[in-house]
């Protein structure tokens, strides 16, 4: 009997630790008493009754991520392609999470897929593969209205690749080694043009420093033929004033010495003589010193006679 009772003690335990139950952080239990919604254990410790009570569902606070696989869908230009979707989503009601839909994750898989379909079905091929941030924001909209119900929250949708047919791949290829080629031989012609802009600047800036400088040496050789001339012009002056001072000279020591009219006009006489130099071949004389030069002849022909 002592051990009987002992067994059943045990066993009394061992369904009392049963019920007791820990929910960790970021999670919640969905819990129902004879198949009828009971409530919702957030963190903590919680005691259910024991044979009445069971755990239907162990819910995840936190944010997740599910990966779909990638959808057929058509443009709105008749272009099938296959795009897939990275949705993040997390719950907010466990009791709506629990009871609102049977299989939540396939349920958002179909629902991303319609939305998609309906999204890139109003967008041609270009549009479509330069919108993506445009295509998330709108889908991200649509399925967080809808699983609203759900308990459901959806914080962001990506769309993780964009796989267009083989041919548009190949079409799209060429167009962009089309561009790449037109974009070098823009930049070849660019790069030639500033190139013989610059080497034009160069010419005219080596033709404005060759004018400049001939100019300068223009100025300079000016500068010295003029002053050259000023000092041949002061040679000169010198030179007259000279013999002007010379020729006062040697008529102030004539009247110095007492010498008459007759003897200054054989001065003169011979002024011209030194004049003439051998080179003239007619001399005017002033009758006054013409005068003078027959009596000079006559008295060298007397002398001359005597001898």
């Not at 239907?56 to 944010?63: I, N, P, Q, T």
């Amino acid at each position: 009997m002592p051990f009987l009772v002992l067994i059943l003690l045990i066993i009394v335990f061992a369904v009392l630790i049963s019920c007791i139950k820990i929910v960790p952080k970021a999670h919640a239990y969905v819990v129902e008493r004879l198949g009828a919604y009971q409530g919702t254990w957030s963190v903590g410790l919680h005691l259910k009754t024991p044979f009445l009570d069971r755990i239907a569902r162990k819910v995840s606070l936190k944010e997740q991520v599910v990966d779909f696989a990638p959808q057929p869908v058509i443009t709105k230009d008749n272009v099938t392609m296959r795009i897939d979707t990275v949705v993040f989503y997390q719950i907010t009601d466990p009791k709506l999470f629990c009871y609102g839909v049977d299989n939540p994750i396939m349920a958002i898989e179909n629902l991303t897929a319609t939305t998609l379909r309906n999204i890139i079905g109003d967008m041609e091929l270009d549009e479509t593969l330069t919108s993506r941030e445009i295509i998330n924001t709108k889908m991200r909209a649509s399925l967080d209205v809808a699983t609203d119900p759900w308990g459901i929250k959806v914080n962001r949708v990506e769309l993780k690749n964009i796989i267009p047919p083989q041919e548009i791949q190949n079409a799209m290829e060429k167009q962009m080694k089309a561009e790449r080629e037109r974009r070098e031989a823009v930049t070849r012609a660019e790069g030639e043009k500033k190139a013989s802009v610059t080497v034009a600047e160069g010419k005219k800036e080596a033709a404005i420093l060759e004018a400049e400088a001939e100019k300068q040496s223009a100025i300079l050789r000016a500068e010295a033929q003029k002053e050259k001339m000023i000092r041949e012009a002061e040679g000169q002056a010198e030179a007259i004033l000279k013999v002007q001072q010379a020729t006062a000279d040697g008529i102030r020591m004539i009247r110095e010495a007492g010498a008459d009219e007759s003897v200054l006009k054989i001065k003169s006489l011979e002024a011209f003589a030194k004049a003439a130099n051998g080179q003239a071949t007619k001399i005017i004389i002033p009758s006054e010193i013409a005068g003078i030069a027959g009596l000079a002849t006559g008295v060298k022909e007397i002398l001359t006679d005597k001898k």
